[in-house]
């Protein structure tokens, strides 16, 4: 059904344009209690598949990925229909609209996606307002919601640490996790932050904020992890692994969008990831050792993708690109998938198919 909806309609719509009539109707259906509650009732996976990470419960190892929904507006939709936490962002401390469009394009042959979006948000203060609002409520403090932080672009690379910090201190008092993104090829020169001697100053001041604004919330300190592309070198992915391990963070992110294609401006998401995301993640676990937590993602269509990133070293899941794809079920699907997996039930066979929109 959804197949043909998309084939009919959302594929003859701009990309853009399509994401925001499709989210604001998820957003909608979120705000009505009866309605969202019922489906949820059909949507959330079983409690077997729940996992304890960061220091607290996930109702489901697979969440949706940061992107999708930039200044926390659709929480509660998007937790409705089966995903078991949502990374809102890239958040940046000020507002910016981001790139001109067009800025979105997708790949229908991959079944994946090419942006430039350019972190367009409305600012860190905007979000920790919206977020705050959603912790007001006891149903919203039960929902697990990461917070992904970017460079504001006009901010010079000098002054990169103050500005994740502006955001770390507004934001972390409403955060299950902190990302530091420093890995989208949208932001100019934001990609040249993930060598160590500029990431560690992003990150001590990034924790420093996050950890005093925390402490006057009296909240305990959130925990911080830093998103990596799958463009860099494995010498480079050991070399962030090394100051991850160094500076206590309590995990990594991997990976961010790929410019290693010849489609156009923007970093590509979706199945064309799959294999080095796949890499990457096994890289870090190697390095980091069992304690960690590692969030993978980049590429994931089915729940054999999932169980894939599982198998390699992932402790959580996320997903994105496919969502425009399969549809509104398909958080559902995999959720579902991954907790049979929990119970030793799930086929190899079983999962590569049990995705098919």
């Given at each position: 059904m959804y197949r043909l909806l998309f084939d009919l309609v959302f594929r003859r719509m701009d990309p853009?344009?399509?994401?925001?009539?499709?989210?604001?109707?998820?957003?909608?259906v979120g705000r009505v209690p009866v309605l969202r509650d019922?489906?949820?009732?059909?949507?959330?996976?079983?409690?077997?598949?729940?996992?304890?990470?960061?220091?607290?419960?996930?109702?489901?190892?697979?969440?949706?990925?940061?992107?999708?929904?930039?200044?926390?507006?659709?929480?509660?939709?998007?937790?409705?229909?089966?995903?078991?936490f949502v990374e809102v962002g890239t958040v940046t401390a000020h507002p910016q609209p981001g790139n001109e469009p067009p800025r979105l394009w997708r790949v229908l042959d991959d079944r994946a996606l090419r942006n430039r979006m350019g972190f367009n948000n409305q600012g860190s203060a905007a979000v920790a307002e919206r977020l705050a609002e959603l912790r007001s409520t006891r149903r919203g403090r039960r929902l697990v919601v990461g917070v992904n932080i970017g460079k504001t672009k006009v901010t010079p690379v000098e002054e990169a640490p103050?500005?994740?910090?502006?955001?770390?201190?507004?934001?972390?008092?409403?955060?299950?996790y902190l990302v530091v993104n420093v890995s989208s090829p949208n932001t100019p020169g934001l990609r040249d932050l993930q060598s160590v001697a500029a990431l560690r100053p992003i990150l001590q001041a990034t924790r420093a904020a996050a950890d005093e604004a925390t402490a006057r919330a009296g909240r305990p300190d959130v925990p911080l992890l830093v998103k990596i592309a799958p463009d860099l070198t494995d010498d480079d992915v050991d070399a962030v692994a090394e100051l991850a391990?160094?500076?206590?963070?309590e995990g990594v992110v991997a990976v961010n969008t790929t410019i290693a294609h010849d489609l156009g401006p923007g970093g590509l998401s979706g199945p064309p990831v799959l294999e080095r995301g796949l890499d990457v993640v096994a890289r870090l676990r190697n390095r980091l050792g069992p304690d960690p937590v590692i969030i993978g993602v980049g590429g994931i269509s089915t729940p054999a993708d999932a169980l894939e990133y599982l198998a390699v070293g992932a402790t959580l899941v996320q997903g994105y690109t496919a969502f425009?794809?399969?549809?509104?079920?398909?958080?559902a699907r995999i959720g579902?998938?991954?907790?049979?997996d929990r119970g030793g039930e799930t086929s190899t066979s079983e999962t590569a198919t049990s995705g098919a929109a």
């Open positions: 853009e344009h399509a994401h925001e009539v499709a989210f604001g109707l998820i957003r909608g019922v489906i949820a009732g059909v949507m959330t996976p079983p409690a077997s598949g729940s996992v304890r990470a960061l220091g607290r419960g996930f109702p489901s190892r697979f969440g949706v990925a940061a992107g999708f929904d930039k200044d926390a507006r659709g929480v509660e939709g998007l937790t409705m229909l089966g995903f078991g103050d500005d994740y910090a502006i955001s770390a201190g507004r934001l972390a008092p409403f955060a299950d391990a160094e500076l206590g963070l425009i794809y399969r549809g509104p079920f398909w958080a579902r998938a991954l907790a049979r």
